[in-house]
């Protein structure tokens, strides 16, 4: 009879039954093939340099420090083992796999992302295996199953990783929080991470337009010596335009932390909340979504990651920049508490242990779709789809 853990492993992996967004990532791999025939990729050319963060020092890894040919030859020896296919798998390898390096797919067999694997044209027995197989065949084990899965399936992984492999992650999460994953690499392995900092579908686009998205890297374990070096290289090889370094346990708090605050969970929060007084005081539902979310999404935010928050302020009516220059260090005072106790959550491990609980549990998929659909159906959203078919490139899907 099959182990515990091998039956979480076989089952773990399976992806959700696909949504049309999630569809479309096979469909984008396609089109996206087509159009480099007929536009190749850009590349820009930098180097490695130090720069002035706000006083304070950084070397950043820029991707012109390893040129294609050069790419190809320091992993020339190497297998690159992409384990799980979800949004980071998708990206990264198909990135590294344009970048002409030698990439496998290891998921579970016949399952939909073994699916959505082939109709990126992995190839069941030449770029396509199981996990166990996968495993074994590759140099660089990239372990990018989701966090969850990570620890349900690791008394199974574990064993796989034999002397001369490098363990990869793209996100601190499992190792840091080896207490409640019970993810503890093997000593006498390189232990390495690359985090593009973005949606694995972020990564892709970025990549195809020749920008390339930025990352962080890290080195948990260093056996051969080469590790850092081992992970600059691959944060080129799956897409990043620069890296700059950091740690797993600073990488997962401040992504847990960003994620739960301004990057996701906060904006959602701060729209909803001013939407809502915005209908309380009897604004139409397209007035106010436009001074919430169109506004800031189509004409304000672009600005401020084109050249910063005074440049967007300057663009703005002086009526407009007296009343943001008042209210900000309002708001901030307001916001601090809410995120030192968020910071302190995560650190804590108070948010990973909810994590865990909500991505194991059998109802998982269900559990989040129901919530998803609630945020889908809140007003403020529906009022959203319909300003989205005045924008002039709103194309009917």
């Given at each position: ?29 396609r ?15 930098r ?24 790419l ?19 990206g ?22 073994w ?25 660089v ?9 990570q ?6 992984i ?43 579908r ?9 920008r390339?998205?930025?990352g ?11 590790a ?6 691959l ?22 932390y ?32 436009n ?8 004409s304000?935010?672009p ?10 302020y ?8 007296r ?47 129901r ?12 009022a ?5 078919t ?8």
């Open positions: 009879m099959a182990s515990r853990s091998s039956q979480i492993l076989r089952v773990a992996v399976r992806a959700p039954r696909a949504s049309p967004a999630v569809r479309s990532y096979s469909g984008l791999a089109a996206a093939a087509c159009a480099a025939v007929a536009s190749p990729i850009k590349v820009q050319s180097g490695v340099k130090t720069l002035d963060f706000a006083g304070t020092k950084e070397v950043v890894y820029e991707r012109s420090d390893w040129p294609l040919p050069k190809q030859e320091y992993l020339k020896n190497d297998t690159l083992a992409l384990i799980g296919y979800g949004s980071q798998g998708h990264q390898g198909l990135n590294a796999r344009d970048n002409g390096l030698n990439v496998i797919v290891g998921v579970r067999k016949d399952g939909e992302s699916r959505q694997a082939m109709e990126d044209g992995w190839v069941p027995g030449e770029t396509l295996f199981s996990i166990e197989e996968a495993i074994n065949r590759g140099t084990v990239m372990n990018l199953l989701s966090d969850a899965a620890s349900q399936t690791w008394n199974d574990k064993p796989l990783l034999t002397p001369g492999k490098t363990l990869y992650f793209s996100h601190g999460f499992s190792v840091v929080f080896k207490e409640d994953t019970g993810v503890i690499p093997p000593k006498d392995i390189d232990v390495i991470l690359v985090a593009p900092k973005g949606s694995g972020t990564v892709r686009t970025l990549f195809k337009e020749g390339g998205i930025n962080s890297i890290a080195v948990f374990q260093d056996v051969t010596g080469k850092h070096e081992k992970a600059r290289a944060a080129v090889a799956v897409g990043t335009g620069y890296a700059y370094e950091t740690t797993f346990e600073k990488e997962v708090y401040s992504d847990l960003g994620e739960r605050g301004v990057l996701m969970g906060g904006i959602q929060g701060m729209f909803r909340a001013q939407y809502e007084v915005l209908r309380r005081n009897g604004h139409s539902p397209s007035e106010a979504f001074e919430t979310v169109e506004e800031a999404t189509q304000l935010f600005l401020i990651g084109e050249k910063g928050m005074d440049y967007m300057n663009a703005c009516s002086t009526t407009a920049r009343g943001a220059l008042d209210w900000a260090p309002i708001f901030e005072k307001a916001n601090l508490p809410v995120f030192e106790a968020l910071y302190k959550s995560v650190k804590d491990g108070t948010e990973t242990r909810k994590s865990l609980e909500f991505n194991g549990r059998k109802t998982y998929r269900e559990d989040l779709a919530e998803l659909e609630e945020i889908n159906n809140q007003e403020i959203w529906r959203g789809r319909t300003v989205r005045l924008r002039p490139e709103y194309k009917p899907s």
